[in-house]
């Protein structure tokens, strides 16, 4: 089992639309987690941080479930410049304190 | 605003020839990451330097691959010999501080597309 897991889309929304990407993690021992946004050919760039309080940045809401071990990146009102693969990425405890990313969540917005 | 800069941007190479990458990070970051990414996938880390120590290489093929960072700025990875496999993007990133906390962000370079033939 891969310790990050998502769903690899891709997702293809209209503009305005709302969107949700889930992400899971396997090591309960994680205490950190991100999402990061990668542009095609591109690296890989911080989006925001995700906190067990949930946090929003604008129209991004990342939300936490330690219970079940998932991560959510929420996107209202969708912009065509938002079409990029969205990375999950967890902390990983298990081999001393390394960014552990996901096979990222590709998303295409369209006019 | 500050950047890692990686070179060369593009690499084409046969399969069995050495190849070399070259990595600046950001002024005063201590930490130093390589990542390789596979078509599809996400980044996986190869090696970590903090300063000019090898912190975690464990997924680093060493048979072929090594890393180093002399002192403790720029870094070079190098591949010998080059294997079909090893067509992938190499993704240095670096940050201010190990990522031992709640802050865990890495800035990364560009990036240097390997293509082994």
């Known amino acids: 089992r891969k310790e990050v897991e998502q769903d690899p889309g891709p997702f293809n929304v209209p503009e305005g639309a709302t969107v949700a990407f889930n992400c899971t993690y396997s090591n309960s021992a994680s205490q950190s987690f991100f999402w990061y946004r990668q542009d095609c050919r591109k690296e890989p760039k911080l989006l925001m941080s995700v906190y067990s309080s949930g946090n929003e940045d604008g129209r991004f809401t990342a939300q936490l479930n330690r219970a079940s071990q998932y991560i959510s990146l929420l996107i209202r009102d969708s912009k065509l410049s938002d079409s990029a693969t969205y990375l999950c990425v967890v902390l990983s405890m298990e081999y001393g304190n390394k960014l552990v990313f996901g096979a990222g969540t590709i998303l295409r917005v369209k006019s | 605003e500050a950047e890692v800069a990686q070179s060369p941007r593009y690499k084409i190479t046969e399969k069995s020839q050495a190849v070399a990458f070259w990595c600046d990070p950001i002024s005063g970051h201590a930490t130093l990451y390589w990542y390789r990414q596979i078509l599809g996938q996400g980044p996986e880390l190869l090696v970590q330097?903090?300063?000019?120590?090898?912190?975690?290489d464990s997924q680093l093929p060493k048979d072929r691959f090594s890393a180093e960072r002399l002192k403790g700025v720029d870094s070079t990875l190098k591949i010998q010999p080059a294997e079909l496999g090893d067509s992938a993007m190499y993704l240095c990133?670096?940050?201010?501080?190990?990522?031992?906390?709640?802050?865990?962000?890495?800035?990364f370079g560009p990036g240097t597309r390997l293509t082994v033939l």
């Open positions: 330097f903090q300063d000019e120590s090898v912190v975690d």
């Open positions: 990133a670096s940050s201010p501080r190990d990522v031992s906390g709640t802050w865990g962000e890495q800035f």
